[in-house]
């Protein structure tokens, strides 16, 4: 892959992970229209390693709170930071159990493009309906355990390879009536152990099938611009949710999904 494509990949996956416009159905459209092949696993494990560090460094603080409160746990004592941790801890084993099943039982099955579309559109219509009707509320510190369980069956599906966006656990969060910057550090905090998981299977299949990932001076960069692009839109994302809505963020990804279902379905030679 050429170097231009793969920073454009690369982008698009650090957009993606943070925002919920979906990565899926931009690469879609950039494939199609470049003709372009799809990223190849290493730079997707590149950019996605850049991506989990981003998150992880932007809420470090959290990360910190939950280590100490975990050590205090371990002594006996009563702490909020271990019952996050625990929270997050079983949000990650309802994601990944249902992501492996799908996986299994359902391979491939939102990785077409009318699938991509349809999927785009349902959630950008549920993203703008939750945001306008919920309550705003909670906060990550009142945060239940079938709260974390909940997310984690989101964060399954923001993990297909079909899916790849924020979109799914920030929609369930909103639900749950959670602020929306708080909605935001909810998914990526309990998003960051099932990515990490997503990543080490895929490394772990490749090398059991002697397809082994050779990884290149260029995925370094890849992945050293999927951190970049990954926390500078955190920042910016939580910035614009203190005093604004993911409604803009929903429209776009509704246009966007638009746009796949009607290469999709062939429905642009309509307009010659």
């Known amino acids: 892959m050429a170097l231009t494509q793969a920073v454009v990949f690369a982008v698009l996956q650090g957009l993606g992970a943070v925002f919920p416009i979906g990565t899926s159905v931009h690469i879609a459209l950039l494939t199609e229209f470049t003709g372009w092949e799809a990223p190849g696993p290493a730079v997707v494990i590149a ?27 371990a002594k006996g004592k009563r702490d909020p930071g271990a019952r996050l941790a625990a929270q997050f801890f079983v949000s990650a084993i309802a994601a990944v159990a249902v992501l492996f099943a799908l996986e299994r039982y359902a391979p491939g099955v939102a990785n077409t493009q009318m699938m991509i579309g349809w999927l785009s559109a349902g959630g ?23 709260d974390a369980v909940l997310i984690g069956l989101a964060q399954a599906v923001s993990l297909l390879p079909g899916v790849r966006n924020a979109g799914a656990s920030l929609t369930v969060a909103r639900l749950l009536g959670y602020e929306r910057d708080e909605a935001v550090r909810f998914s990526m905090l309990a998003g960051a152990l099932p990515l990490a998981v997503v990543l080490v299977k895929t490394l772990i299949e490749a090398r059991t099938a002697n397809a082994a990932i050779h990884f290149e001076r260029t995925d370094l960069i890849m992945g050293s611009i999927g951190f970049v692009m990954a926390l500078a839109s955190l920042a910016s994302l939580m910035s614009w949710l203190r005093r604004s809505t993911f409604t803009v963020f929903a429209v776009y990804r509704l246009l966007a999904a638009a746009a796949v279902l009607v290469l999709a379905y062939d429905l642009i030679s309509l307009s010659f």
């Open 47 to 73: 950019t996605q390693a850049g991506v989990l560090l981003a998150m992880l460094a932007y809420f470090w603080a959290d990360l910190f709170d939950m280590g100490v409160g975990v050590v205090r746990a």
């Open 124 to 146: 950008a219509l549920a993203l703008l309906a939750f945001d306008r009707m919920c309550m705003t509320v909670k906060r990550v510190e009142h945060a239940t355990f079938v």
